[in-house]
T-cell receptor
Framework: EAGVTQFPSHSVIEKGQTVTLRCDPISGHDNLYWYRRVMGKEIKFLLHFVKESKQDESGMPNNRFLAERTGGTYSTLKVQPAELEDSGVYFC?????????????FGPGTRLLVL | AQTVTQSQPEMSVQEAETVTLSCTYDTSESDYYLFWYKQPPSRQMILVIRQEAYKQQNATENRFSVNFQKAAKSFSLKISDSQLGDAAMYFCAYSWVGRDDKIIFGKGTRLHILP
C-alpha cells in the first residue's frame, strides 16, 4: 500500500510568487489534514478535509492560503502571494473516517523557502 | 487552549542504553489521546505509540513505553536498548476525543544515538 505522497519535496520561490503544494493521501482515506512547521516552532494544524468538504480550517493563517480537495482524492494548498514568513515544512496526513480517532499517516513534507 | 511542551530540544544516548524523553501538556478535558511520533532524518513521520487518557495502563510497543501521569499532565517516552535507527526527531502530541481530531504537537526533541 502506497503511503501519503507530497509534491514537490522542495520549493524555493521569491516573495510575491505563487506556489502550489500537492498531497496524495492513502487510497480510501477520507480524512486529509494539512500541517505546517515553521523553523524552530511546533508543527501546527492548518486544516482538515473529510472527503471534499472542509471540516475545520481554523488553522489557516490568512486568506493567502487556499486549500482544495476536488473529488475527495488529492489535495492542493496554494500560497498566493507568498511571504517570507510562509517558509517552513508543510505536512499532509490522511486517515480513515470512522467517527473516532484514527491514526494519521504523514507524508514526507514539502520544504518551502520564500526568499 | 491545549498546549504540549517538550523541554529537551536535543538528547544523546549511548547505543544499547535507555533514554527517556519528557513531555508535559495542558488541557481541561478529561478524555483525550496522547501520541509520540518519530521523524527520522529526511523521512516520513510515523506514529510510535498512542495512549488513551481514560486508560490507566501505560502503553508499550516493543522497546518503546510511556509513563503517563494524568494528574501531573506528564507523558514521557522511554526507549530501551537504543539502536542507531532510533535517531530521529521525536514529537509529543495531543488530540481530542469525539470532536475534530486535529493533532497538537510539541516542538520536538532531537535524539542522537552514540555508537
Amino acid at each position: 500500500e502506497a503511503g501519503v505522497t507530497q509534491f514537490p519535496s522542495h520549493s524555493v520561490i521569491e516573495k510575491g510568487q505563487t506556489v502550489t503544494l500537492r498531497c496524495d493521501p492513502i487510497s480510501g482515506h477520507d480524512n486529509l489534514y494539512w500541517y505546517r512547521r515553521v523553523m524552530g516552532k511546533e508543527i501546527k494544524f492548518l486544516l482538515h478535509f473529510v472527503k471534499e468538504s472542509k471540516q475545520d480550517e481554523s488553522g489557516m493563517p490568512n486568506n493567502r492560503f487556499l486549500a482544495e480537495r476536488t473529488g475527495g482524492t488529492y489535495s492542493t494548498l496554494k500560497v498566493q502571494p507568498a511571504e517570507l514568513e510562509d517558509s517552513g515544512v508543510y505536512f499532509c496526513a490522511s486517515s480513515r473516517w470512522t467517527g473516532g480517532q484514527e491514526t494519521q499517516y504523514f507524508g514526507p513534507g514539502t520544504r518551502l523557502l520564500v526568499l | 487552549a491545549q498546549t504540549v511542551t517538550q523541554s529537551q530540544p536535543e538528547m544523546s544516548v549511548q547505543e544499547a542504553e535507555t533514554v527517556t524523553l519528557s513531555c508535559t501538556y495542558d488541557t481541561s478535558e478529561s478524555d483525550y489521546y496522547l501520541f509520540w511520533y518519530k521523524q527520522p532524518p529526511s523521512r516520513q513521520m510515523i506514529l510510535v505509540i498512542r495512549q488513551e487518557a481514560y486508560k490507566q495502563q501505560n502503553a508499550t510497543e516493543n522497546r518503546f513505553s510511556v509513563n503517563f501521569q494524568k494528574a501531573a499532565k506528564s507523558f514521557s517516552l522511554k526507549i530501551s536498548d537504543s539502536q542507531l535507527g532510533d535517531a530521529a526527531m521525536y514529537f509529543c502530541a495531543y488530540s481530542w476525543v469525539g470532536r475534530d481530531d486535529k493533532i497538537i504537537f510539541g516542538k520536538g526533541t532531537r535524539l542522537h544515538i552514540l555508537p
